[in-house]
């Protein structure tokens, strides 16, 4: 996968994790939780319909998917969505209790 500009419409690059350390689960869990969110926002916001008048044409796709990604950011760090503790829960379960 040399350019990803070179894959059909449909086939699209999966999105992802902010990189962590690996050794805190809690920042792990915050990623998670950042990406969903993200990828919700993108949804909810490719079930808009556009005007011809008012649309950015190829320019505004691409930029939609930059302001979900980044609306997923800032709704994870402002709260988010109460996802984070029950995969940080799942984390240290799955780690064998270990925090």
Do not use: N
């Not at 689960?25 to 949804?43: C, D, L, N, W, Y």
């Not at 808009?48 to 709704?75: C, K, N, W, Y």
């Amino acid at each position: 996968m040399d350019d990803v500009a070179s894959l059909p419409l449909p086939v699209r690059p999966a999105p992802q994790l902010p990189r962590t350390t690996g050794r805190d689960p809690a920042s792990t869990a915050r990623a998670f939780e950042s990406v969903f969110a993200g990828q919700m926002t993108k949804i909810m916001m490719e079930t808009v319909p556009t005007d011809d008048a008012f649309s950015g044409g190829h320019g505004e796709e691409i930029f939609r998917g930059v302001l979900a990604e980044q609306m997923g950011d800032a709704i994870a760090k402002h709260g988010g969505l109460g996802i984070a503790p029950a995969v940080l829960s799942q984390i240290i379960q799955m780690q064998g209790g270990k925090k």
